[in-house]
C-alpha cells in the first residue's frame, strides 16, 4: 500500500508558476516511478509527466514540455512538479500517482487553477 498526500495547488496568473508537491508514504520510494495527472473541469483525466525510479528519466505531455519540471527527492519520498509560464488551459486538478509492481495509486488531488 502507498499513500499519496498532493499540495501546492492554488490561484496564479497566466506566466506565473506554481510547484506541486507529492508526498509518498508506504513502500519504498526510491524503487517506483511516480507521475503527475490532471483532470480539467467535464475532460477526462491526461497523463502530465513521469518520472522513473533508479535513474530518474523523465517524459512529458507535449502541451508542458519546457514548462513543467518534474523532479524526485528520495529521501524526502517526494515528488514535485515546478509549473512554469502557466496557462488557462492548465487549470485542472492535478493527482500524483505512483507505480509500484503492477499497481498504481492515486492521491486525491489539488486543483490549479490559472487566470488570464
Known amino acids: 500500500q502507498v499513500q499519496l498526500v498532493e499540495s501546492g495547488g492554488g490561484l496564479a496568473q497566466a506566466g506565473g508558476s506554481l510547484r506541486l508537491s507529492c508526498a509518498a508514504s508506504g513502500d519504498t520510494f526510491s524503487s517506483y516511478s511516480m507521475g503527475w495527472f490532471r483532470q480539467a473541469p467535464g475532460k477526462e483525466r491526461e497523463f502530465v509527466a513521469r518520472?522513473?525510479?533508479?535513474?530518474?528519466?523523465?517524459y512529458y505531455q507535449d502541451s508542458v514540455k519546457g514548462r513543467f519540471t518534474i523532479s524526485r527527492d528520495n529521501p524526502k519520498s517526494t515528488v514535485y512538479l515546478q509549473m512554469n509560464s502557466l496557462k488557462p488551459e492548465d487549470t485542472a486538478v492535478y493527482y500524483c500517482?505512483?507505480?509500484?509492481?503492477?499497481?498504481?495509486?492515486w492521491g486525491k488531488g489539488t486543483l490549479v487553477t490559472v487566470s488570464s
Open positions: 500517482a505512483a507505480f509500484v509492481r503492477g499497481l498504481d495509486y
Open positions: 518520472i522513473m525510479a533508479g535513474g530518474g528519466q523523465t
